[in-house]
């Protein structure tokens, strides 16, 4: 054993102190909230206080890792995970011969409030689409329609406007099951593999994770494949529809010349359905071998097509319509990249919607970092080395937007998905190698620098996976209602590169430094804050923004950095803690308002630290919060999703997000306070 260092030796130095309960919040909503205050401490006991549960935490955080290095945490999506998947099964005609469906189901009936419905996240609405799946697939699971649970759901959904308001991506696995045409699902012509790069509408400008979903689906529609076997009367949802008309049609009928961007886009689709009917025979068999060859090319050295979720289902659609055999080496692969994402518990199987370890890795080692942990400790080795055999230096599909870089390299979200680095991902590892990786580490770390100065936006901010411009058009497409059809910049991705640029050497006097500040200074809120992108929300993007410019020594005294200073002083509750829920996404006055977290209070207090200092009273208060509501084993509770996958669509909860956050602001309050 290594000897302790001074923080892992005030476990024993410090009595132990019981941690209070996690504080409940009421379900769906947050009337009614009572917030206990912490009682007053010296600026002396809050830095003891924090040492305590630092040392606790870092080696609860230490305890985790895993034996070559790496960490990961499970990543808990909403209930579409298991009802999409149910749904497959039955559209591949598999439902009898699965016998992890029944767990499945088990969990799936888990997670429906009160009133009925699925929501994406704890305390959130009931989301129609994912309550309409989740009543389909259990009821083809066999659960009786007249059932209380079954009763209440259908309710809400007719309540709610019916089936058919259904967001498009459901509306595929309905005509998959042949309860509504393919005519009422948006045309996807394979022919879009041959778009070049000129037009405005062309695979590489929406989104990454759009085109590995629109472009197996593309196939799928364009066969109109549905389950071999037709449902019987009893297995339908026609009592799901208010308006089964309009069930079978996209969007609103209109006559004459359109007059707005959606009626264009619906012509558009009119017109596509129109050359479905009889397409070119060479143009579509050259497109549709084409658009196969780009989707086994992007599964090679992938755990599955974009390594997440919705394309993973969708890729065994398009080999099943293709006519795969199930024994087919792709088509076992497929399957097996999928169950790998189960979780079992008893008589339950939840589904995570992919894997999260260079990201946690990232996150843990940088938590060290903080900590001072030394480059040759041995989890900062491991760490160094499990993140250094992740580099991704072959050009992925960021080089149609980004060519002519030298030295290809970045750093992806999985264990295994090269064709997709992204950027938040590169910039937190790069910034943790930088920190804690030793001279090893250092090539990797230019080539990362050189890439993300490479993949910069021209609006001076970054996007996730591509060099992008803005389209906002492309929002209007039909099938653009999973609220991610393109990958613009972000302040909260800008705000993390800066902070790395930060660690690397570089300033506000670099122009790319001065481009990417000018673009957050644009994007700014008029109460001060940062909208958040992959995190919820304005606490995250706030904080990413104020501690990547304090990184890049911006003067935190300027009249807008003081401004969102000021929010977050406004938003931090009484008892120190910070909290915000999804919700802020649909209603933006809700924005700071919501259960208190670990993760959120740990953003709130390192966004305060680079604006105001670790020795002011709010960065104090929060440091009571977190020491006051660990847990012995040094860990915190978190129940809430903290984490954006689509706004207003998909949200996430990252499992680690509620140790490593806080870790980092403990010990970077810890090496900046004067303790006094």
């Known amino acids: 054993m290594p000897p302790q260092t001074p923080l892992e030796s005030l476990t024993q130095a410090i009595p132990v102190q019981p941690a209070h309960p996690p504080h409940r919040h009421p379900a769906g909503g947050l009337g009614g909230t009572v917030f206990r205050e912490v009682p007053s401490r010296t600026p002396r006991e809050s830095y003891r206080g924090a040492e305590h549960a630092l040392a606790k935490a870092k080696a609860h955080l ?15 999506g909403d209930s579409i995970l298991e009802s999409e998947f149910i749904l497959l099964k039955f559209i591949l005609d598999q439902d009898d011969d699965d016998a992890n469906l029944p767990a499945i189901a088990n969990y799936l009936r888990s997670l429906q409030g ?15 689409s994912g309550t309409v799946k989740a009543y389909f697939a259990l009821k083809l699971m066999g659960d009786d329609p007249a059932a209380p649970h079954m009763v209440a759901a259908r309710d809400l959904v007719r309540a709610l406007g019916g089936a058919e308001n259904c967001n498009t991506f459901t509306r595929f696995f309905f005509a998959g099951l042949g309860q509504i045409s393919y005519d009422a699902c948006p045309s996807i012509p394979p022919e879009v593999v041959f778009f070049p790069k000129w037009l405005y509408f062309n695979l590489y400008h929406v989104s ?32 799901l529809y208010v308006d089964k008309v309009a069930a079978n049609r996209l969007g609103e009928p209109f006559r004459g010349i359109p007059r707005t961007w959606k009626q264009v886009f619906l012509l558009i689709d009119r017109m596509l359905k129109r050359y479905e009917e009889s397409p070119v025979p060479t143009l579509r068999e050259k497109a549709m071998k084409k658009a196969e060859r780009w989707l086994l090319n992007h599964l090679d050295g992938s755990e599955g097509l974009g390594a997440i979720f919705p394309p993973m289902v969708y890729i065994l659609i398009v080999f099943r319509a293709l006519g795969y055999p199930d024994d087919h080496p792709r088509v076992i692969q497929a399957h097996k990249h999928l169950e790998e994402l189960f979780i079992r518990e008893g008589d339950e199987i939840r589904i995570q919607p992919c894997f999260s370890p260079v990201w946690d890795t990232g996150l843990s080692l940088q938590a060290l970092a903080e900590t001072g942990i030394a480059p040759d400790a041995p989890a900062a080795k491991m760490a160094t080395q499990w993140l250094l055999g992740k580099e991704c230096r072959n050009p992925g599909d960021w080089v149609r937007n980004c060519p002519g870089v030298e030295e290809p390299t970045g750093w992806f979200f999985e264990y295994a998905n090269p064709h997709y ?79 790395c ?114 020795d002011d009273v709010a960065v104090r208060r929060a440091m009571d919060w977190l020491a006051t509501h660990q847990r012995e084993d040094g860990d915190w509770d978190e129940p809430y999703f903290t984490g954006t996958g689509f706004p207003k669509v998909f949200y996430l909860r990252y499992h680690l997000y509620k140790l490593y956050f806080p870790v980092t602001a403990l010990a970077r309050y810890h090496r900046l306070s004067a303790g006094v």
């Not at 070559?68 to 990543?75: N, Q």
């Not at 497409?477 to 991610?484: E, K, L, V």
């Not at 700071?592 to 207090?605: D, E, R």
Request: hydrophobic fraction near 40%; include cysteine; aromatic fraction near 8%.
């Open 421 to 499: 680095p992204d950027i938040d991902d590169t910039a937190m590892v790069v910034m943790a190698l930088k920190r804690a990786g030793g001279k090893a580490a250092e090539p990797a770390v230019e080539r990362g620098v050189k890439w993300i100065l490479a993949m910069q936006n021209l609006d001076g901010g970054w996007a996730a996976f591509d060099r992008t411009e803005n389209r906002p058009l492309l929002e209007k497409i039909p099938f653009a209602d999973h609220n991610a059809m393109q990958d613009p910049s972000c302040p909260d991705i800008a705000g993390r590169v800066l902070e």
């Open 501 to 614: 640029l930060g660690h690397c050497g570089f300033t506000t006097e670099h122009p790319a430094v001065e481009s990417a500040v000018e673009y957050i200074r644009t994007q700014q809120d008029p109460s001060g804050a940062w909208w958040g992108r992959w995190g919820v929300n304005f606490v995250y993007g706030t904080w990413q923004v104020l501690a990547g410019l304090k990184s890049v020594g911006m003067d935190m005294s300027v009249p807008w950095v003081r401004r969102a200073a000021a929010w977050l002083r406004s938003v931090q509750k009484p008892d120190g803690s910070f909290g915000e829920s999804a919700d802020s996404y649909e209603d933006p006055s809700l924005k700071g308002q919501g259960p208190s977290t670990p993760s959120q209070t740990a953003w709130g207090a390192m966004g305060l630290m680079a604006a105001v200092g670790a």
């Open 114 to 128: 009160a009133d009925g419905g699925w929501a994406m996240y704890p305390g959130g609405n009931a989301d129609l």
């Open 62 to 76: 230490l305890s985790l890792q895993r034996l070559d290095g790496h960490w990961c945490g499970e990543l808990q």
């Open 208 to 239: 990454a994770w759009t085109r590995t979903m629109i472009l197996p689906l593309g196939i799928v529609v364009s066969l109109r494949y549905t389950r071999r076997r037709a449902l019987t009367a009893d297995q339908r949802i026609d009592e």
